[in-house]
């Protein structure tokens, strides 16, 4: 299950959802061929990529894009 919700109003403050923030969420979607991914993403006029493709662990590579909100969305693929 997944629940998404957005306030409108509220007490609290704006965030800064850049995705190394502190409290800042983040989508991660796994991927089977990340340079694939990339350039399918890449095909779209209406997806930001703010990172390129870089390795996070020996055995994983990501890139992050934003959601039309800012908020960070990373595409990961677990290589062997």
């Not at 991927?31 to 340079?35: Q, S, Y």
């Given at each position: 299950?997944?629940?998404l919700l957005e306030y409108k109003a509220g007490g609290g403050s704006t965030l800064d959802?850049?995705?190394?923030?502190?409290?800042?969420?983040h989508f991660c979607f796994y991927?089977?061929?990340?340079?694939a991914k990339c350039a399918e993403v890449k095909e779209r006029d209406d997806v930001k990529?703010?990172?390129g493709?870089?390795?996070?662990?020996?055995?994983m590579r990501s890139f992050y894009t934003e959601d039309?909100?800012?908020?960070?969305v990373e595409f990961l693929q677990p290589t062997r």
């Open positions: 299950m997944l629940q959802l850049h995705h190394n923030n502190i409290g800042s969420p991927v089977r061929d990340i340079e990529i703010t990172s493709i870089v390795p996070i662990a020996p055995n039309p909100d800012g908020v960070p």
